[in-house]
């Protein structure tokens, strides 16, 4: 093969094309990882994918940190996401012009809808609704992406694809998806942004999907790239590549599992950290082997180099943005942007009419007290920049209300610990140094207890203000936060049965023990028999200063809420949806001190308030804000700024209204807010403002409802008017509600002013399992208008015209068993290692079935199952009341035959209706059942 030399490059060979032509092949390998060396004699320089935009740039020192995704989509506001999208890529364009390492490929944002609650990583995250997750994510990523037609400001990365919500084992657990809630819940999200061409690249997820790992299911990446004529990049998520082997196990070697994932159609390898070796190494084994071809690596290699076209590094005379320099960071209108987000954000629950604190008619308190662990604490993510400043609620309060006074009470309690082995305390010395050498009870010895639940609890240093941390195994009061992957500033206290205690450290699993001689308190006893014992001295109590605190003032807030590195953050779902123990105990000791008590809830996620509700004067909740949330908080509180958010995601009431995190057949499960029968605590696209709105009758105007909207309050309001459709009678199970459209409107006191709402048909449509498409049937539909999903003002009926869905003729025809319309006790699981899907029973139990209808046996004579075994022992078929039918031993779990069933030895094809179907779902043609016991495994049923 000759190669070109450097007389071959020509300064016109800049186009994609042109560079894959004059690669070598280890160039094109060593591409393929995530961090590449450059081409010098091309003219291409270092580059790796991925800097981390979530709301705002991570990781990379000073940048302005926006609400987390979760608040911003509770804003319903496409203009200011798109904003803040386009003030991030400006920061990303600033720290690459500092560090030219720095990527302008963002990994951002997450399109995963909140199936889930207790996902771990809900604040990463939109909506519940997939299609309101899109147009959220699509507006972000335009920002992101700039508006010159050919160069991009950054390349935005959705993540992470497919159907994954959960942190427990998420790298081997296996996400079901029958095809209805695939294409009517799952892919809408990722769909949306690649069909508005606002992203460059996609990012598989961990988990796998219907038995194959996400990374090497090619079926489902064709799909995405489907819809777009452009280029798209699929980039792996970290460690990904290697997990098929090490952790799923799903290959052999990392030879057959990198020419896998290639061939999927994955293109950037994230591995090994910068160590590119691997990564080439398997690849030229996979060549060599002939599991892949050179065209194969050309593909892959052309996506990464267009994607890099699209920064403008192939053209960067023609780059429009080449001018931001360093400096564009902080800028004042990032900061006046960030205030504003936060404000829009802030959802204002319930009110009996305690808020605003400065009313319209009226006087301010003349007394607040601020009290609980984020009264004046702003906290932020995982996924979080540095933010060049942090303002707190307390002291935002007290500037936006002069006059009144404020005081803030942390709500910690202030305790020393005295060691049993020196007879001394514990104190902070010299760097932060846990030493028990303290004889006596002083400022060094006190430390601040914050529990956030579950028994989990930091500790803060009174005399540094510094947390304590064990991340260096010797002890340190040094940490001006929790933080880190494995965040190393939470502890556990236990009580012995003779009164003393022991304190574990949680990120290393071990106990506290303080050395002989020197007094240094280490995180060293793996047991706790070798734990140091210590006697706990309260020396002040947290609730009795938030009691008198609330007692002396006119109002309370009552801050309490999460701390994103605790008990529900990637890698770790949450526990559970109550409020935690200890917030719940602040609220009882401010709410009985004062019953003008305010409940300020700011959290990644919504929380089962267990009655707290019925007594609270106000409910407010907020996601973690970033550096203006406690000045943007504090501007709704004192009505500065009018509420604005409403809930992207609904709150449940009981912890006990949830399915399992690992269930995700929404249709089935009755999960989310489409299907959920359960009244919520607040609904999906709840929240209030402070002034009183009426909504006219609405009337239909083709599809797009008109309706009035008056506000007939004292002050302006930000509304959202909700469109929800729902079926008066459907041949399946339909959601009881879907978000069919929405529009914001502001209305200064007393206007009045038309709104009108295009009605999306993607809240009409269902999969049909036997044609293969999203449909809008026709039939009787009813359109809620109102102001949430369950605060609806009034109907407007819709009738789709059309043909009925027919039975379909089933002589000849082959059905995937994987198309079925009722299931029980069975999964889906791969047919083969790189393609198709196949039923089998569900683990710990010896049989299930599925029902396939619609179908119009005219003609047919016999059944033929395509089967094979999952295992060795017992394993059988069975069509409708015909005898049970071995399954042929000697195949293995991906080796089909046929077996066949005649229709004479069939007694009953109708089999009732299932959990998938409506009552009489079966009307619409023969409804045929399959059974499956013990090893069997099914892929189609043909009909002859």
């Known amino acids: ?128 609704d997939p299609h309101l997750t899109a147009d959220l994510a699509t507006a972000y990523s335009r920002g992101l992406r700039g508006t010159h037609p050919t160069v991009w400001k950054t390349v935005p990365t959705l993540k992470h694809f497919l159907a994954y919500n959960n942190e427990v084992d998420r790298a081997v657990t296996s996400s079901q998806m029958r095809p209805r809630v695939l294409h009517e819940y799952e892919l809408p999200a990722f769909r949306g942004p690649i069909e508005a061409g606002v992203v460059g690249a996609v990012m598989p997820a961990y988990n796998l999907v219907n038995g194959r790992p996400c990374h090497v299911s090619r079926e489902l990446l064709d799909e995405l790239r489907s819809w777009t004529t452009g280029s798209l990049a699929v980039v792996s998520d970290a460690g990904a590549p290697t997990n098929l082997v090490d952790g799923e196990r799903y290959f052999a ?42 065209a194969d690596i050309d593909r892959a290699v052309l996506r990464l180099l267009e994607l890099r076209e699209r920064t403008g590094e192939l053209s960067p005379d023609d780059d429009p943005y080449r001018s931001i320099g360093a400096e564009a960071v902080d800028l004042p209108e990032h900061r006046a942007l960030a205030r504003r987000a936060v404000a829009r954000s802030v959802v204002v629950l319930q009110n009996d009419g305690i808020l605003p604190l400065r009313p319209t008619a009226g006087a301010a308190p003349r007394s607040v007290a601020v009290v609980g662990p984020l009264a004046e604490r702003t906290l932020h993510d995982w996924y979080s920049g540095t933010p060049p400043y942090l303002t707190g609620l307390g002291t935002s309060l007290d500037a936006l209300l002069p006059g009144t006074e404020v005081t803030v009470t942390d709500g910690a309690d202030r305790v020393a610990l005295r060691s049993r082995t020196t007879g001394r305390y514990v104190a902070v010395r010299s760097e932060g140094t846990l030493v028990a050498d303290d004889p006596t009870c002083s400022s060094d010895s006190t430390l601040e207890v914050t529990d956030w639940g579950e028994g989990v609890v930091t500790l803060r240093s009174s005399a540094t203000g510094a947390l304590v941390t064990g991340g260096s195994w010797i002890l340190r009061a040094t940490a001006d936060r929790v933080g880190g992957w494995v965040a190393q500033e939470t502890f556990r206290l236990h009580r012995h049965d003779d009164g003393t205690w022991s304190v574990l450290h949680v990120a290393s699993g071990r106990w506290l023990h303080v050395q002989h001689g020197s007094g240094v308190v280490v995180a060293d006893s793996p047991t706790l028999t070798g734990a140091d014992r210590f006697d706990l001295r309260t020396l002040s109590s947290g609730e009795v200063a938030v009691a008198e605190a609330a007692a002396a003032a006119d109002v309370v807030v009552v801050a309490v809420g999460n701390d994103p590195h605790v008990l529900g953050r990637e890698t770790e779902d949450r526990p559970g949806l109550e409020l935690p123990r200890a917030a719940h105990a602040v609220w009882r000791a401010a709410r009985e001190a004062n019953p003008h008590a305010v409940l300020s ?207 379909v003729s089933a002589l000849g025809r082959t059905v995937r068993a994987v198309d079925f319309d009722a299931w029980h006790d069975v999964r889906i699981a791969e047919r083969t290692l790189l393609a198709g899907e196949a039923l089998d029973v569900a683990p710990g139990r010896g049989r299930g079935w599925v029902e396939l209808a619609g179908l119009d046996l005219d003609g047919v004579r016999s059944v033929a199952l395509v089967v094979a075994r999952s295992a060795s022992g017992p394993a059988w078929v069975a069509v409708g009341g015909s005898p049970r039918l071995d399954v042929p031993a000697g195949g293995g779990r991906h080796e089909w035959a046929e077996v066949l069933v005649d229709l004479d030895d069939l007694h009953d094809l109708d089999g009732s209706a299932g959990p998938g179907l409506a009552p009489g779902g079966a009307e619409a043609g023969t409804c045929v059942r399959v059974e499956l016991g013990g090893a069997a495994r099914l892929t189609e049923v043909r009909f002859v």
């Open 601 to 807: 809830i700011t959290s990644s996620y919504p929380y089962a308030l267990g009655g707290v509700e019925h007594e609270a004067s106000a409910v407010v909740w907020s996601s973690h804000g970033g550096q203006e949330h406690g000045a943007g908080l504090a501007a709704v509180l004192v009505g500065e700024e009018e509420p604005a958010g409403r809930l992207a995601q609904e709150w449940v009431a009981d912890g006990a209204d949830l399915g399992d995190v690992l269930d995700y057949d929404v249709i089935d499960g009755r999960s989310t807010y489409w299907y959920r029968d359960a009244p919520p605590l607040y609904p999906f696209g709840h929240g209030l403002t402070y002034s009183t709105v009426e909504l006219g009758p609405a009337r239909l105007d083709g599809r797009t409802v008109v309706v009035e909207v008056t506000n007939t309050g004292p002050r302006a309001v930000h509304e959202v008017v909700q469109v929800y459709a729902s079926a008066r009678a459907h041949r399946l199970v339909v959601p009881v509600r879907r978000l069919a459209g929405y529009a914001r409107v502001d209305l200064a006191p007393g206007e009045r002013r038309t709104v009108t709402v295009a009605v999306d048909d993607r809240a009409l449509s269902v999969w049909d399992v036997r044609s293969h498409t999203l449909r809008v049937e026709p039939g009787a539909y009813d359109l809620g208008v109102g102001l949430s999903s369950r605060d609806l003002r009034s109907t407007v009926p819709l009738e789709v015209t059309g043909d009925p869905v027919a039975p």
């Open 253 to 294: 070697t990392h030879t057959e599992s990198h020419a896998a994932a290639l061939l999927a159609g994955v293109d950037s390898f994230t591995d090994n950290d910068t160590d590119a070796g691997p990564t080439v190494s398997r690849m030229q084994a996979a060549l060599d082997e002939g599991l892949v071809t050179v």
């Open 1 to 128: 093969m000759n190669h070109p030399t450097d007389d071959d490059v020509r300064p016109a060979a800049r186009t994609p094309r042109d560079l894959l032509a004059l690669l070598t092949l280890d160039e094109k390998l060593a591409l393929l990882h995530q961090v590449t060396p450059g081409v010098p004699r091309l003219g291409l320089a270092p580059f790796r994918t991925g800097t981390e935009a979530l709301h705002g740039v991570s990781w990379l020192g000073t940048a302005t940190v926006f609400p987390q995704p979760v608040g911003l989509a509770a804003t319903w506001d496409l203009d200011l996401l798109e904003k803040v999208g386009d003030a991030v890529a400006t920061e990303v364009r600033a720290k690459h012009a500092a560090d030219p390492s720095v990527s302008l490929n963002v990994w951002a944002p997450v399109v995963n809808p909140l199936r889930h609650p207790l996902w771990g990583r809900n604040e990463e995250g939109y909506s519940e």
